[in-house]
């Protein structure tokens, strides 16, 4: 009888015990739990590891299978969400398993090397499991087991449930700011992270949404029918480059180089027939697809959940874009991406943009390679074969997302050498990055070199979709003296910007220093190419005066002033701009309808 007292109390020691130190581990790959959580933050997520080892017990039957599988499970998620943190500095997020295949596309392309943290928390995780072997309760009866079922899985659902209400969330101190995701992991846990963040796989519709009054609002700013033309007989050819993980490191600090690493492009700031500025992006280091977006449609991610992927998540048809007005205006509109199809799930959303035609990796003949992707000197080539191919009875808007420069930096490779280096700052990635900026900004020169020769009028736009991760932002933050895991908010501001550049082979008002965001730089490229804005983009021209800049970070006013978080929540301007924002994205009449030409 004492012998299955004894084993009874370990039983539940260990239940309680074991789901505690997992909790205790999966945290200890990026953060202290002792030091960065409160008291509050471990009882929730001590709450959640106690109700999913429940839920797992009444499943199993057995004490020892469920703690094992809820420790595996946690170290293998735990270790995942460690390296998707190093790799685009924000957490695994709930709405990332609509990217999964794209992330396991690039996911060879990294380096898995396992810092000493990371070991000691693995041999933590390895020593559980030995220690979890002297559990061995065991739970039968099914009618019992589906009750505890039932009842776990329920008070899971009231727990996520609580941590989705306000007042909960502002009465527990919880940290709320989503769009710093891994401080919010970093402060709350990743199971309550995980929680909160669920609320947010659904756009609800804004305070006051009405489609009739978007529909009429939008009615405003379409002219009368044959009423206004373009202002140019021959509309220019427009070539937009998205160059992946584009950026200027100086924005993060000083340091010096053995060569210069971008000279052509900054050769072009204040040149003539040239626009050049600071783009504010609302990615970092990774969802490439979200800065297409706010470019190709004159939306904001910062009025759709931190994280999400609208190209995944909320495109599922025709939706009218900077492509549909082109094409109204009788463009030819191409896409092009030399990599995979179904990347971001391109495949499907560029036809439901309105491109005519796409390219993908599959259409490239024999392209060169910079370590495992298509060069931009390779990609723009292709750019100028599709250029002399186009169908000359009508102008071309060509849209290119490249590969060259993605994500990887500091490992070796038999068609890359780095030439270039910080000389006051030790890091391979620093390197790497440098000398593949380097190799951008020669293939540019090349292509703008190309259509100075060229008699039609053609724009080129080019600007990158984000900066790179922290593998190359840290070392030079540190080089100035900056802790990197302790920014200051206009520190933090500068990792979400990024160069961008309008040249022109005709004259246009030549512009430096502009900043603007994602979604209001296609109001550049219309103007310059002499279309008239109407519709939505007529009121993001209006909005723009007051509001330069719109993104997930930040809101900037036209005193070039950022604006709190209450201001932005009570501004009735932002809240109109996301009222049009969903009537666009969401509402399927509206879209119908919707006002392009």
Not at 78 to 92: D, T
Not at 228 to 255: H, T
Not at 575 to 585: E, G, N, S, V
Request: aromatic share 12%.
């Amino acid at each position: 009888m004492k012998k299955k007292t004894t084993a009874g109390g370990l039983s539940l020691a260990g239940f309680f015990l074991c789901p505690v130190l997992t909790f205790i581990l999966t945290e200890s790959y990026s953060y202290n739990p002792f030091t960065d959580m409160k008291p509050v933050v471990w009882l929730l997520n001590g709450s959640f590891y106690w109700l999913s080892a429940a839920a797992l017990v009444m499943l199993t039957g057995r004490l020892r299978v469920a703690l094992r599988l809820q420790t595996l499970f946690s170290m293998t998620a735990g270790l995942a969400n460690y390296y998707v943190l190093a790799f685009r500095s924000s957490p695994i997020l709930p709405w990332d398993i609509f990217s999964a295949r794209t992330a396991a596309s690039v996911a060879d392309n990294f380096s898995y090397a396992l810092p000493g943290r990371v070991r000691w928390v693995l041999a933590g995780f390895a020593l559980l499991l030995v220690i979890q072997q002297i559990f061995r309760g065991k739970v039968t009866g099914r009618r019992q087991r589906l009750a505890g079922m039932a009842a776990s899985v329920m008070l899971l659902s009231g727990l996520a449930f609580c941590l989705h209400q306000e007042e909960v969330i502002s009465g527990l101190h919880l940290y709320d700011k989503m769009f710093t995701p891994g401080v919010v992991q970093k402060r709350n846990g990743s199971a309550v992270a995980f929680m909160m963040e669920l609320k947010y796989l659904m756009v609800e519709k804004p305070d006051g949404y009405d489609a009739e009054a978007c529909e009429e609002q939008l009615r405003r700013y379409r002219p009368e029918p044959g009423s206004v033309g373009a202002e140019k007989e021959k509309l220019p050819n427009i070539i937009v480059i998205m160059d992946e993980a584009f950026s200027d490191p100086a924005y993060l600090g000083e340091f010096s180089c053995n060569q210069a690493y971008m000279p052509y492009f900054h050769s072009l700031q204040g040149a003539e027939h040239t626009i050049t500025g600071t783009l504010h992006v609302s990615v970092l280091g990774g969802n490439t697809a979200n800065t297409e977006f706010e470019f190709l449609t004159g939306n904001t991610m910062a009025f759709l959940p931190q994280g999400s992927i609208p190209y995944q998540q909320y495109i599922r048809g025709s939706i009218p874009s900077l492509v549909s007005v082109l094409q109204e205006a009788g463009y030819q509109c191409i896409a092009m991406h030399p990599y995979h199809a179904k990347g971001w799930n391109r495949n499907q959303v560029y036809p439901w943009l309105g491109f005519d035609e796409t390219r993908f990796l599959e259409e490239y003949p024999e392209p060169e390679l910079v370590r495992k992707y298509v060069s931009d000197s390779a990609d723009f080539q292709q750019i100028i074969a599709e250029y002399e191919q186009r169908d000359q009875s009508r102008p071309l808007f060509l849209f290119n997302v490249t590969m060259q420069n993605h994500g990887g930096y500091g490992q070796e490779f038999t068609n890359f050498t780095p030439e270039i280096y910080a000389e006051n700052i030790q890091s391979d990635a620093v390197s790497d990055y440098l000398s593949l900026m380097s190799l951008t900004d020669r293939a540019l020169s090349e292509l703008i070199g190309y259509f100075e020769q060229e008699e039609e009028e053609t724009i080129v736009v080019f600007f990158g979709d984000h900066q790179p991760g922290d593998a190359v932002a840290a070392p030079i933050f540190r080089a100035n003296g900056i802790n990197p895991e302790a920014l200051t908010a206009e520190q933090e501001e500068s990792r979400y910007q990024v160069p961008f550049l309008l040249w022109a082979n005709f004259d246009v008002d030549e512009k430096q220093g502009i900043e603007t965001s994602a979604n209001f730089l296609a109001l550049e490229v219309l103007r310059q190419a002499g279309l008239p804005l109407h519709g939505y983009y007529g009121y993001l021209e209006t909005l723009q005066h007051r509001y330069p800049v719109i993104s997930a970070r930040q809101v900037q006013t036209a005193a070039g002033e950022s604006m709190t978080d209450k201001e932005r929540e009570a501004s009735q301007e932002l809240l109109t701009y996301q009222r049009l924002q969903y009537y666009r994205m969401f509402d399927a009449e509206g879209i119908r309808e919707e006002i392009c030409e």
